[in-house]
């Protein structure tokens, strides 16, 4: 998993990403008036880029996909839930090299409330998968 400015990922299972591999969102001064809810110090830009692999077994099986934002008390400010698919191989691989499935998922616009660290939690069909930090900076 990695943050990223933008991302894609077309139909050749390669991943187009720029500005990857930040993790702090530093705030330079208050968000202007009617730019996002009271109580609210920034709101996320970017895209959460995510590789899996799966076992050769599972391709053409989709799974439950749970994303989960927090605070660093613990409090969930964002969830995402969708499914994800084990995508079949090429024809010419071997049957049993594993399957690589990537997910983008836009954070644009997810407000964050407070200063501080915050943390994103994957699961894959219930089964923690890892966890990516990252924070937000009063820079002002």
């Known amino acids: 998993m990695l943050l990223a400015n933008h991302a894609e990922s077309p139909p050749n299972g390669l991943l187009y990403v720029s500005g990857a591999g930040w993790d702090t969102i530093n705030v330079q001064g208050p968000l202007p008036p009617g730019a996002a809810p009271d109580g609210v110090v920034a709101v996320a830009q970017g895209h959460l880029v995510v590789r899996l692999s799966f076992h050769h077994t599972e391709a053409g099986t989709d799974f439950p996909l749970e994303i989960t ?7 969930e400010i964002a969830r995402i839930q969708g499914t994800v698919t084990a995508e079949r191989q090429d024809e ?49």
Do not use: Q
């Open 69 to 75: 934002v927090i605070d660093e008390d613990g409090a």
């Open 92 to 140: 010419d691989a071997p049957p049993t090299w594993s399957r690589a499935t990537n997910v983008i998922l836009p954070l644009t616009g997810m407000p964050l409330p407070r200063f501080g660290e915050y943390r994103i939690h994957l699961r894959v069909n219930g089964e923690h998968k890892g966890d990516l930090p990252f924070r937000v900076l009063r820079r002002y």
